[in-house]
């Protein structure tokens, strides 16, 4: 059976333990003439939950572990002799699972039966060509060792699967059974529903923590390697970034960092004072009708894919920064440059700034309006003065928000700003960004075993640790502010 | 009505004879949410340093009324105003008066203590600041001082003024919020329900504050209780569905009324 069938019987399977499991606590109850703890449903709700969930888990940790155990079977079986020279174990290994798969559509199709795939009724040596007819192209000749372990493979697969389809509707029916005749009018089906649920949640909020581990821990794997390979003085505090696949490559974070907070900076020199003000304006002067089509259109900037926005610099912002600015000034006659980067990443980072802070303006209290108006101020004074000191932590949190959207961003920056690493202040230069680097250093390569290509787990590594540098500056100020003023 | 006929009536000391002067004048003002008729025909003498109550069944437009005279229904955008108030003779809905001067020469203290997020010092200090008031640094101390000293909170908060004004009790910011609308110098102070949110300790503080107040401020207080009415005010108004029904001397409003409505109101027979 195939998972999702699977999961539909489970979940038949609940539901009909639902309607059971509720049915014989009001049978009970009726024959014993003892009032129930629970309402009816919540014995039904028990009887669907010992079905669902711990059949699921079951299932889940099957999808997870059979892979690994049938992999390493398999490994086994593919000796060294038939690893291609200069290859990796890993592909051939791949090419089984290909074949592996490939193999359900040969029989599909040629109409085979299974059994001749082990008795040798039916010649494979020409299994390339078989394969490749129904989609499946392999490079070279499949040797035989490589054909049985796709055979053992597809095998271990199959039984692994129906092994899984039993065991978890035994789980399901066992649990099932077992809650069921443990119904009794005084069992709390509502605590134990409750229980549950609770469990649930926390389950869910610990996949979530568990991958954001697993996320850092792969990062600062990958990353000891890199500096296993590549001292880290030189990551740290060489300025030149000059990547050679041949090998001895300088690979200075600087000039990427720089790029990085460069463009950030202007990008932020631009979105915070307009964001801000389009906010105040939202928030405190514009009529409900003007506010009703501001906002949305607003709104759209930020629904813009950003590869748009970096084609609107490639071809509008840079040619024009380049011929009114930067040449008459004698600064440089690139296109691509810092500041069109930086002035377009700002345009499309204008809403996140604009629609939380409006947000958070509206959020403030019209009673403090009223106070501040009350004493004779103006709308501009009580705006100064009352209404951003009392949005301040919100505001904050939103530019910080905008900041890393700024960092995180690289289509704007390939297009508008290039991919040269340079330390320059020239904003009319172009620079590139951490991102950028990333993407270019593991393009077009898979195997993560030199530095050139390790470089770009430090690198993100880096930008992970500056991201979360810059949400504890904020949660600080957050604190600080609210400290003072609550 | 002719207020000024029964002023001088009831009037028997010189001392008091400044109470008889009219500070606020109303005549035939109408007030209108969108299409709703909030007030109607509303025309009232509010005399000088005399504290004067608005009571009436909720929804009536006390309120409303007392938000016309500091011109505070004009951040309401469907509220529309007609008519004629005047303070001092001078017609405040004259084109020519600007509604954010008017407000500091009327005050306002709301019914739910709003402090500002900011120290207890600067949230006196606000009104002064925005009106120029003090030149120096120890101008602003002083009237800082003595705006706290005349919201009787000056001894509860002198050592801590740079503590946040909304770390004090509810009645302590009620009381910190007086001051702040007493820091410049208003001529007229509107309350509405200053004591709605308050314990009956912090209430009692806020009564005996406005009775001192009274000295040198003309106070228009709108309150749900009547003994409250009672106790501090020396006229009371009653209104009713938008209309001003009776207004008269607090003694006589409370034992005996012209109006039937007022009667019935005060005898709890609806409201
Ligand atoms: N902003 C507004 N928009 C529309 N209608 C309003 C608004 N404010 C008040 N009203 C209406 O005007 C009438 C008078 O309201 P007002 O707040 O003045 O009553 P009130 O006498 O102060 O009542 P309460 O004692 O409950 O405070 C009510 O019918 C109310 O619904
Ligand atoms: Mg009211």
């Known amino acids: 059976m195939s998972v999702g069938l699977i999961f539909l019987v489970v979940l038949v399977l609940a539901a009909a333990g639902y309607f059971v499991g509720r049915a014989r606590a009001l049978s009970l109850s009726a024959q014993s003439g003892r009032k129930l703890h629970s309402l009816p449903s919540y014995y039904g709700q028990t009887v669907a939950l010992f079905i669902a969930v711990p059949a699921f888990f079951v299932l889940i940790a099957w999808l997870f572990i059979q892979p690994i155990v049938i992999d390493s079977r398999v490994n086994g079986m593919v000796p060294d002799s038939v690893i291609p020279d200069g290859g990796a174990r890993s592909l051939v290994i791949s090419d089984v699972r290909r074949i592996a798969n490939g193999l359900d559509a040969v029989l599909s199709r040629d109409a085979i039966d299974e059994s001749a795939l082990t008795d040798g009724s039916i010649d494979f040596s020409s299994i390339r060509g078989r394969l490749a007819d129904v989609g499946v192209a392999l490079v070279g000749d499949v040797p035989t060792e490589v054909f049985e372990a796709a055979k053992a493979y597809r095998q271990g697969a199959k039984f692994g699967n129906m092994m899984m389809t039993v065991a978890v509707l035994l789980v399901a029916i066992a649990f099932g059974a077992w809650s069921y005749t443990w119904i009794r009018p005084d069992m709390r089906a509502r605590n134990i529903s409750e229980t549950f649920i609770k469990a649930l949640l926390i389950a869910s909020s610990t996949v979530a923590i568990l991958t954001t581990a697993g996320i850092v821990g792969s990062l600062v794997f990958e990353t000891i390697n890199f500096f296993k390979m590549y001292p880290a003085s030189d990551f740290f505090f060489s300025t030149v970034w000059n990547p050679q696949f041949r090998g001895g490559s300088d690979l200075g974070i600087w000039p990427l960092l720089w790029g990085t907070l460069y463009i950030s900076l202007i990008a932020l020199l631009v979105a915070v004072p307009i964001g801000l003000m389009i906010a105040i304006y939202l928030a405190e002067y514009a009529s409900k009708a003007v506010r009703s089509v501001a906002k949305p259109m607003i709104e759209v900037l930020a629904g813009i894919p950003t590869i748009v926005y970096g084609l609107f610099a490639l071809i509008t912002v840079g040619p024009f920064l380049r011929d009114y600015f930067a040449q008459p000034m004698g600064l440089g006659s690139s296109s691509s440059s810092v500041l069109t980067a930086g002035l377009v990443m700002g345009i499309m980072i204008i809403p996140f700034v604009s629609s939380l802070s409006d947000d958070i303006i509206n959020a403030v209290p019209q009673s403090l309006r009223d106070g501040s108006y009350g004493l004779g101020a103006t709308q501009s004074e009580t705006i100064k003065k009352v209404i951003l000191p009392a949005a301040l932590p919100g505001v904050v949190g939103a530019i910080l928000l905008a900041a890393s959207r700024a960092i995180g961003e690289t289509m704007i920056v390939v297009l508008g700003a290039g991919a040269a690493a340079k330390l320059d202040l020239n904003p009319f230069e172009a620079m590139t960004t951490v991102t950028v680097k990333i993407v270019s250093q593991l393009t077009g390569d898979t195997e993560f075993a030199s530095p050139e290509t390790l470089v770009a787990f430090a690198l993100g590594l880096t930008l992970f640790v500056i991201t979360l540098g810059l949400n504890v500056v904020a949660l600080y100020i957050v604190r600080k502010y609210r400290e003072q003023y609550e | ?271």
């Open chain 2, 1 to 271: 009505m002719n207020m000024s006929g029964m002023t001088t009536a009831i009037t028997p000391t010189p001392k008091v004879a400044a109470m008889n002067e009219t500070k606020v004048s109303a005549r035939d003002v109408q007030v209108y949410y969108g299409d709703k008729h909030a007030i109607r025909d509303v025309n009232i003498e509010i005399r000088s340093r005399t504290v004067t109550a608005f009571i009436g069944p909720s929804g009536c437009g006390k309120s409303t009324f007392l938000r016309c005279i500091n011109r505070m229904n004009d951040t309401i955008a469907s509220c529309r105003v007609e008519g004629n108030i005047s303070i001092d003779s001078e017609n405040i809905y004259d084109p020519k008066v600007d509604p954010v001067q008017l407000r500091a020469k009327v005050g306002m203290v709301f019914q739910k203590p709003n402090p500002f997020p900011k120290s207890i010092f600067e949230n006196v200090a606000y009104g002064p600041r925005i009106h120029g008031l003090a030149a120096k640094k120890s101008d602003l101390d002083d009237i800082v001082a003595s705006a706290l000293q005349k919201a009787g909170l000056w001894n509860e908060v002198k050592d801590r003024l740079d503590s946040p004004g909304t770390g004090l009790s509810g009645g302590q910011q009620q009381r910190l919020c007086i001051a702040r609308a007493v820091a410049v110098s208003p001529e007229v102070i509107l309350m509405d329900e200053p004591c709605s949110a308050l314990d009956p300790i912090a209430t009692a503080k806020v009564e005996e504050l406005i009775h001192e107040l009274r000295e040198n401020f003309t106070i228009v207080i709108v309150t749900h209780s009547m003994q409250q009415a009672a106790r501090v005010s020396q006229r009371t108004a009653m209104f009713h569905l938008g209309n001003l029904v009776e207004e008269n001397d607090t003694d006589k409003m409370f034992t005996n009324p012209d109006d039937q409505r007022t009667q019935d109101y005060i005898m709890g027979r609806f409201g």
